[in-house]
Protein backbone atom coordinates (compact mmCIF):
# COMPACT_ATOMS: atom_id res chain seq x y z
CA UNK A 1 0.00 0.00 0.00
CA UNK A 2 0.95 3.50 -0.89
CA UNK A 3 0.79 5.98 2.07
CA UNK A 4 2.71 9.65 2.27
CA UNK A 5 3.86 8.10 5.78
CA UNK A 6 5.47 5.20 4.32
CA UNK A 7 6.80 7.40 1.55
CA UNK A 8 7.96 10.27 4.06
CA UNK A 9 9.36 7.96 6.07
CA UNK A 10 11.61 5.84 3.24
CA UNK A 11 12.78 9.04 2.48
CA UNK A 12 13.78 10.13 5.45
CA UNK A 13 15.56 6.59 5.52
CA UNK A 14 17.50 7.23 2.73
CA UNK A 15 18.69 10.79 3.43
CA UNK A 16 19.69 9.71 6.55
CA UNK A 17 22.26 7.07 4.31
CA UNK A 18 24.26 9.82 3.27
CA UNK A 19 28.01 8.98 4.18
CA UNK A 20 27.36 6.07 5.99
CA UNK A 21 30.54 3.39 5.72
CA UNK A 22 27.45 1.05 4.57
CA UNK A 23 25.80 3.17 2.20
CA UNK A 24 24.77 0.39 -0.64
CA UNK A 25 23.65 -2.13 1.46
CA UNK A 26 21.87 0.33 4.13
CA UNK A 27 20.21 1.30 0.57
CA UNK A 28 19.21 -1.89 -0.68
CA UNK A 29 17.94 -2.88 3.02
CA UNK A 30 15.77 0.15 2.81
CA UNK A 31 14.38 -0.06 -0.45
CA UNK A 32 13.78 -3.71 0.19
CA UNK A 33 12.15 -3.46 3.38
CA UNK A 34 9.77 -0.57 1.90
CA UNK A 35 8.62 -1.89 -1.43
CA UNK A 36 7.19 -4.51 -2.54
CA UNK A 37 9.90 -6.44 -4.92
CA UNK A 38 11.47 -10.12 -4.25
CA UNK A 39 14.70 -9.13 -5.12
CA UNK A 40 16.51 -5.96 -5.35
CA UNK A 41 20.05 -5.51 -7.31
CA UNK A 42 22.44 -2.38 -6.92
CA UNK A 43 24.96 -2.60 -10.03
CA UNK A 44 27.60 0.20 -11.39
CA UNK A 45 28.16 0.02 -14.66
CA UNK A 46 31.39 1.31 -15.92
CA UNK A 47 32.49 2.60 -20.25
CA UNK A 48 35.74 0.81 -20.20
CA UNK A 49 35.33 -1.98 -17.30
CA UNK A 50 32.35 -5.01 -15.72
CA UNK A 51 30.05 -3.94 -14.33
CA UNK A 52 30.43 -4.31 -9.98
CA UNK A 53 27.46 -5.22 -7.84
CA UNK A 54 27.23 -3.01 -5.25
CA UNK A 55 24.48 -4.58 -2.78
CA UNK A 56 21.79 -6.65 -3.18
CA UNK A 57 18.51 -7.16 -1.21
CA UNK A 58 17.49 -9.83 0.47
CA UNK A 59 21.85 -9.79 0.98
CA UNK A 60 22.05 -13.60 -0.08
CA UNK A 61 21.80 -14.06 -3.55
CA UNK A 62 19.90 -17.16 -3.89
CA UNK A 63 20.72 -17.71 -8.20
CA UNK A 64 24.23 -17.52 -7.57
CA UNK A 65 25.59 -19.34 -10.67
CA UNK A 66 23.02 -16.82 -13.24
CA UNK A 67 24.37 -13.77 -10.95
CA UNK A 68 28.20 -14.88 -11.77
CA UNK A 69 27.29 -15.24 -15.29
CA UNK A 70 25.42 -11.73 -16.05
CA UNK A 71 28.61 -10.21 -13.94
CA UNK A 72 31.16 -11.88 -16.41
CA UNK A 73 29.58 -12.22 -19.79
CA UNK A 74 26.01 -11.75 -20.76
CA UNK A 75 25.81 -8.31 -19.21
CA UNK A 76 27.27 -6.83 -22.63
CA UNK A 77 24.34 -7.59 -24.41
CA UNK A 78 21.83 -6.65 -21.70
CA UNK A 79 19.56 -4.19 -23.00
CA UNK A 80 20.11 -1.81 -19.84
CA UNK A 81 24.06 -2.05 -20.22
CA UNK A 82 23.64 -1.38 -23.76
CA UNK A 83 21.38 1.52 -23.22
CA UNK A 84 24.16 3.24 -20.96
CA UNK A 85 26.98 2.57 -23.44
CA UNK A 86 24.82 4.44 -25.55
CA UNK A 87 24.12 7.65 -22.66
CA UNK A 88 20.83 7.09 -21.67
CA UNK A 89 19.21 9.42 -19.63
CA UNK A 90 18.71 8.76 -15.77
CA UNK A 91 15.37 7.57 -14.98
CA UNK A 92 12.89 4.93 -14.39
CA UNK A 93 12.14 2.06 -16.59
CA UNK A 94 11.07 -1.47 -17.53
CA UNK A 95 14.00 -3.04 -19.21
CA UNK A 96 11.58 -3.43 -21.84
CA UNK A 97 11.84 0.11 -22.47
CA UNK A 98 15.36 -0.59 -23.43
CA UNK A 99 14.78 -3.48 -26.26
CA UNK A 100 14.18 -2.78 -29.90
CA UNK A 101 11.61 -4.21 -32.16
CA UNK A 102 12.51 -8.01 -33.18
CA UNK A 103 14.73 -8.55 -29.69
CA UNK A 104 13.22 -11.86 -29.50
CA UNK A 105 14.42 -13.01 -32.70
CA UNK A 106 18.05 -12.36 -32.06
CA UNK A 107 18.27 -16.20 -31.30
CA UNK A 108 16.47 -19.26 -31.71
CA UNK A 109 18.61 -22.29 -30.78
CA UNK A 110 21.83 -21.15 -29.66
CA UNK A 111 22.55 -22.32 -25.84
CA UNK A 112 25.87 -21.07 -24.65
CA UNK A 113 25.36 -19.62 -21.33
CA UNK A 114 22.11 -18.76 -22.19
CA UNK A 115 18.04 -20.72 -22.13
CA UNK A 116 16.56 -19.72 -24.55
CA UNK A 117 12.47 -18.94 -23.29
CA UNK A 118 10.10 -16.70 -25.61
CA UNK A 119 8.32 -16.68 -22.12
CA UNK A 120 11.38 -13.65 -21.26
CA UNK A 121 10.92 -10.19 -21.59
CA UNK A 122 14.76 -10.29 -23.58
CA UNK A 123 14.23 -13.58 -25.45
CA UNK A 124 16.52 -15.28 -23.24
CA UNK A 125 17.36 -16.15 -19.45
CA UNK A 126 20.81 -16.28 -18.10
CA UNK A 127 21.50 -19.70 -16.58
CA UNK A 128 20.53 -19.88 -13.02
CA UNK A 129 18.67 -16.47 -13.31
CA UNK A 130 14.95 -16.67 -11.96
CA UNK A 131 12.51 -17.26 -14.37
CA UNK A 132 9.30 -15.16 -15.58
CA UNK A 133 10.38 -12.06 -13.61
CA UNK A 134 9.59 -8.39 -14.94
CA UNK A 135 12.50 -6.12 -14.31
CA UNK A 136 11.80 -2.30 -13.31
CA UNK A 137 15.17 0.05 -13.66
CA UNK A 138 16.21 3.05 -12.02
CA UNK A 139 19.15 4.25 -13.92
CA UNK A 140 21.03 6.89 -12.00
CA UNK A 141 23.92 8.76 -14.55
CA UNK A 142 26.74 9.93 -12.21
CA UNK A 143 29.38 12.98 -12.78
CA UNK A 144 32.45 10.56 -13.71
CA UNK A 145 30.68 8.98 -16.20
CA UNK A 146 29.80 6.00 -14.80
CA UNK A 147 26.04 4.75 -13.11
CA UNK A 148 24.12 2.89 -11.12
CA UNK A 149 21.76 0.64 -11.90
CA UNK A 150 18.90 -0.73 -9.39
CA UNK A 151 17.57 -3.68 -10.78
CA UNK A 152 13.95 -3.99 -9.12
CA UNK A 153 12.69 -7.79 -9.86
CA UNK A 154 8.87 -8.99 -9.31
CA UNK A 155 6.93 -11.65 -10.64
CA UNK A 156 5.70 -11.42 -14.51
CA UNK A 157 1.91 -11.80 -13.80
CA UNK A 158 0.83 -8.21 -14.48
CA UNK A 159 -0.01 -7.85 -10.59
CA UNK A 160 0.45 -3.86 -9.00
CA UNK A 161 3.01 -3.43 -12.19
CA UNK A 162 1.17 0.27 -12.54
CA UNK A 163 1.81 0.62 -9.19
CA UNK A 164 5.25 -0.52 -8.37
CA UNK A 165 5.72 1.88 -11.42
CA UNK A 166 4.03 4.63 -10.18
CA UNK A 167 5.98 4.19 -6.04
CA UNK A 168 9.25 3.87 -8.19
CA UNK A 169 8.90 7.12 -10.13
CA UNK A 170 7.87 8.82 -6.70
CA UNK A 171 11.36 7.46 -5.20
CA UNK A 172 13.45 8.77 -8.20
CA UNK A 173 13.56 12.46 -7.40
CA UNK A 174 14.77 11.97 -3.45
CA UNK A 175 16.94 8.42 -5.09
CA UNK A 176 18.68 10.67 -7.70
CA UNK A 177 19.26 13.60 -4.99
CA UNK A 178 20.73 11.11 -2.54
CA UNK A 179 23.23 9.75 -4.86
CA UNK A 180 24.22 12.43 -6.19
CA UNK A 181 24.92 14.15 -2.71
CA UNK A 182 26.88 10.71 -1.35
CA UNK A 183 28.96 11.25 -4.53
CA UNK A 184 29.27 14.92 -3.74
CA UNK A 185 30.81 14.05 -0.08
CA UNK A 186 32.21 10.85 -0.81
CA UNK A 187 33.06 10.68 -4.40
CA UNK A 188 35.58 7.19 -3.10
CA UNK A 189 32.63 5.43 -2.26
CA UNK A 190 31.65 4.17 -5.73
CA UNK A 191 35.65 3.68 -6.79
CA UNK A 192 35.15 0.03 -6.73
CA UNK A 193 37.78 -2.56 -8.38
CA UNK A 194 36.23 -3.36 -11.47
CA UNK A 195 36.88 -6.40 -13.58
CA UNK A 196 38.41 -6.02 -16.90
CA UNK A 197 35.02 -5.17 -19.46
CA UNK A 198 34.00 -6.69 -22.37
CA UNK A 199 33.10 -3.87 -23.97
CA UNK A 200 36.28 -4.13 -26.36
CA UNK A 201 35.73 -7.44 -27.41
CA UNK A 202 31.96 -7.05 -28.24
CA UNK A 203 33.42 -4.20 -30.05
CA UNK A 204 36.28 -5.96 -31.72
CA UNK A 205 34.02 -8.80 -32.32
CA UNK A 206 34.61 -10.38 -36.41
CA UNK A 207 37.65 -7.42 -36.97
CA UNK A 208 40.33 -9.91 -38.50
CA UNK A 209 37.59 -10.79 -40.83
CA UNK A 210 34.60 -8.46 -41.46
CA UNK A 211 34.58 -4.70 -42.66
CA UNK A 212 33.89 -1.89 -40.38
CA UNK A 213 29.97 -1.87 -41.85
CA UNK A 214 29.63 -5.29 -41.42
CA UNK A 215 30.75 -5.64 -37.81
CA UNK A 216 28.32 -2.28 -37.03
CA UNK A 217 25.70 -4.75 -38.78
CA UNK A 218 26.93 -7.17 -36.26
CA UNK A 219 26.35 -5.11 -33.35
CA UNK A 220 23.31 -4.26 -34.19
CA UNK A 221 22.21 -7.65 -34.41
CA UNK A 222 23.36 -8.90 -31.27
CA UNK A 223 21.49 -6.02 -29.42
CA UNK A 224 18.06 -6.77 -31.01
CA UNK A 225 17.95 -5.34 -34.24
CA UNK A 226 16.17 -6.97 -37.02
CA UNK A 227 16.71 -6.36 -41.05
CA UNK A 228 14.57 -3.53 -41.05
CA UNK A 229 15.42 -1.79 -38.29
CA UNK A 230 18.97 -2.31 -39.26
CA UNK A 231 18.25 -0.71 -42.64
CA UNK A 232 16.56 2.46 -41.05
CA UNK A 233 19.23 2.95 -38.32
CA UNK A 234 22.09 2.68 -41.08
CA UNK A 235 20.46 4.58 -43.97
CA UNK A 236 20.23 1.86 -46.22
CA UNK A 237 17.83 -0.26 -48.29
CA UNK A 238 16.34 -3.53 -46.83
CA UNK A 239 18.31 -5.52 -49.80
CA UNK A 240 21.89 -4.22 -48.65
CA UNK A 241 21.58 -5.17 -44.97
CA UNK A 242 20.14 -8.63 -46.13
CA UNK A 243 23.34 -8.72 -48.94
CA UNK A 244 25.80 -7.51 -45.45
CA UNK A 245 24.10 -10.65 -43.50
CA UNK A 246 25.05 -12.89 -46.03
CA UNK A 247 28.43 -12.13 -46.56
CA UNK A 248 28.39 -12.26 -42.60
CA UNK A 249 27.72 -15.81 -42.10
CA UNK A 250 29.91 -16.92 -45.09
CA UNK A 251 32.82 -15.07 -43.79
CA UNK A 252 32.07 -16.10 -40.55
CA UNK A 253 30.97 -19.66 -41.55
CA UNK A 254 28.01 -20.18 -40.04
CA UNK A 255 24.70 -20.44 -41.37
CA UNK A 256 22.33 -18.88 -39.33
CA UNK A 257 21.81 -15.66 -36.10
CA UNK A 258 21.83 -18.43 -33.57
CA UNK A 259 25.41 -19.51 -34.48
CA UNK A 260 26.08 -15.87 -34.77
CA UNK A 261 25.16 -15.50 -30.90
CA UNK A 262 27.00 -18.52 -29.95
CA UNK A 263 30.20 -17.62 -31.79
CA UNK A 264 29.97 -14.35 -30.00
CA UNK A 265 29.80 -15.94 -26.76
CA UNK A 266 32.81 -18.26 -27.20
CA UNK A 267 34.58 -14.55 -28.34
CA UNK A 268 34.01 -13.46 -24.78
CA UNK A 269 35.20 -16.65 -22.89
Known amino acids: MRTPQIEGALFASMISLIGSDR???GLADVLGEALPFKWIHIFQYYKDKGPVALSNHPREVAYKRGFENYLNFTYVINPTY???QLGAS?????ISDFIPEGYDDIIRSADFEIHIEDSETIGYRTP???KNMTEFIVLINLPNGTAIDFTFLTEMDGTHHKEHETRLQACFPILNAVMNKQFEINSQSFEHHARPGQEERFQDFGSDTLTDREREVVQL???GHNSNSIALKLCVSLSTVKTHRRNIYSKLQISSQAE???LFLLHLR
Open 90 to 94: SGVFL
Open 221 to 223: ILV
Open 82 to 84: RAF
Open 260 to 262: LFS
Open 128 to 130: GWP
Open 23 to 25: FFD
